[in-house]
T-cell receptor, first 113, second 109 residues
Framework: IAGITQAPTSQILAAGRRMTLRCTQD?????MYWYRQDLGLGLRLIHY???????GKGEVPDGYSVSRANTDDFPLTLASAVPSQTSVYFC????????????FGNGTRLTVT | GQNIDQPTEMTATEGAIVQINCTYQ??????LFWYQQHAGEAPTFLSY??LDGLEEKGRFSSFLSRSKGYSYLLLKELQMKDSASYLC??????????WGAGTKLIIKP
């Protein structure tokens, strides 16, 4: 089934540990995004990539890094997790930046203790 | 600054009609999106408006007034499965999406 796959579904992580959230899409979409969703707040963009080989910073990039080695994969890394990074993380993709709707993965629920 | 305002929560009755409002302030404007998000699930696309007026898709319609910085999502013939959060997002001049916090819609029988 075409779409976006995120892994893991959920994770409990000790503060200070390194963690990579995985995101793979099979729709050959050019643009990919990482958002975090916290209660009472709108989705906040962490990093994005308009095409393979390029990445950009979103609204809340500190403490996170991404890479886009190919079209399909867009991993998000937390180098040294902190409790404020406890959140639900959504990966999304679109055919191109602009009026095309976003397709979201099912999310990763991360708890940093 | 850029921001989106929408009500936190609304309650409606099965079979009725409900209108969810959204006001936005962005640097430039390249359209407004509505997404539906059931609890514990991913957001899914409902509608996109870039020109003024009403767009109808079955039981759901979305309206935009660019001069007023205002949109609404209209849901008709409400069903229990429509219980969800509805997210409003405006696209600014840099094609970045500014998201509202979402409106939780509770449907009562």
């Amino acid at each position: 089934i075409a779409g976006i796959t995120q892994a893991p579904t959920s994770q409990i992580l000790a503060a200070g540990r390194r963690m990579t959230l995985r995101c793979t899409q099979d729709m050959r979409h050019n643009a990919m995004y990482w958002y975090r969703q916290d209660l009472g707040l709108g989705l906040r963009l962490i990093h994005y990539s308009n095409t393979a080989g390029t990445t950009g910073k979103g609204e809340v990039p500190d403490g996170y890094s991404v890479s886009r080695a190919n079209t399909d994969d867009f991993p998000l890394t937390l180098a040294s997790a902190v409790p404020s990074q406890t959140s639900v993380y959504f990966c999304a993709s679109s055919d191109r930046q602009g009026s095309e709707p976003l397709h979201f993965g099912n999310g990763t629920r991360l708890t940093v203790t | 600054g850029q921001n989106i305002d929408q009500p936190t929560e609304m309650t409606a009755t099965e079979g009725a009609i409900v209108q969810i409002n959204c006001t936005y302030q962005t640097s430039g404007f390249n359209g407004l999106f509505w997404y539906q998000q059931h609890a514990g699930e991913a957001p899914t696309f409902l509608s996109y408006n870039v020109l003024d007026g009403l767009e109808e898709k079955g039981r759901f319609s979305s309206f935009l007034s660019r001069s007023k910085g205002y949109s609404y999502l209209l849901l008709k013939e409400l069903q229990m499965k429509d219980s969800a959060s509805y997210l409003c997002a405006a696209m600014d001049s840099n094609y970045q999406l500014i998201w509202g916090a979402g409106t939780k819609l509770i449907i009562k029988p």
